[in-house]
């Protein structure tokens, strides 16, 4: 869904209840910040941590939006924002010591790619 700031299409594509930790996908998420989206793209295909998959597979799904639905040139977009929010938690638990339980989250993010066309200078 294109958001529209100042004139300017944004392209925005989002992933839910990805099972990653948001913390370790913020990390991903800052190295791509800012880049052109088909540079950015190579990065996370060569990246080993596992948010860099569900990241690229998104950022494949935000080119091709932008490409087929708004007509745009691939080569200029540029990735505006990337987010990772917190997801559901699922809880599991552990058995400690004496009897005790310790519990385990196991945690979710939201993950979403915001491109939009590079401004002409």
Same mark, same amino acid.
Not at 2 to 13: H, L, M, S
């Given at each position: ?23 370790? =996908?913020?990390?991903?998420? $800052?190295? !791509? ?7 950015? &793209? /190579?990065?996370?295909? @060569? ?8 990241? =690229?597979?998104?950022?494949? $799904?935000? !080119? ?7 007509? &745009? /040139?691939?080569?200029? @977009? ?44």
């Amino acid at each position: 869904m294109p958001k529209q700031a100042e004139g300017i299409i944004q392209v925005v594509a989002h992933r839910k209840y990805v099972r990653v930790s948001p913390r370790k =996908a913020r990390r991903v998420a $800052q190295t !791509i910040k800012g880049k052109l989206a088909l540079q950015a &793209l /190579n990065m996370l295909l @060569l990246m080993p941590q596992k948010p860099a998959r569900y990241y =690229a597979k998104l950022l494949k $799904q935000a !080119i091709g939006n932008a490409v087929n639905d708004y007509q &745009l /040139n691939e080569e200029k @977009l540029v990735v505006v924002n990337a987010l990772a929010d917190n997801g559901p938690m699922l809880k599991r638990f552990r058995p400690r010591a004496r009897g005790r339980v310790y519990m385990v989250r196991k945690r979710m993010a939201h993950l979403t790619v915001i491109i939009s066309p590079k401004e002409e200078e």
